[in-house]
């Protein structure tokens, strides 16, 4: 599932205040990165199954391994797991309505806070 048009992904941000705001919404990027690309995740693990919401960004300057990127955050993602094949963000998936609101919520705060550091 695609949040479309949630305003974050025009937004470039400093990749250490990134981390800090991300990290203060429950959103982890551990070792989801490369030189050039973030990811995001906050795991729900609820009765209906286990999903991923998640926001990606990619460095527009600088180097995410150099800690001196600065990002653009792209259009936020929430996906289901199945196990072994991973994650499935597709329309056919069924996405619970309150786990949808919650990450509605979590994106408006991210995008308040986010929003007060973009270029």
């Not at 795991?43 to 391994?65: M, P, S, T």
């Amino acid at each position: 599932m695609r949040f479309e048009n949630s305003g974050i992904e025009s937004l470039k941000v400093d990749l250490k205040r990134l981390d800090e705001i991300m990290d203060h919404n429950g959103m982890i990027r551990a070792g989801q990165w490369d030189y050039e690309r973030v990811t995001y995740d906050h795991k729900f693990q609820i009765k209906e199954g286990i999903y991923y919401f998640r926001i990606q960004g990619y460095a527009v300057q600088g180097d995410v391994g150099a800690n001196d990127a600065v990002i653009q955050l792209m259009t936020p993602l929430l996906g289901k797991h199945y196990y072994p094949h991973g994650v499935e963000y597709g329309e056919d998936e069924f996405f619970p309505e309150q786990l949808v609101k919650k990450c509605n919520q979590m994106l408006k705060k991210i995008k308040e806070e986010t929003a007060v550091f973009a270029e």
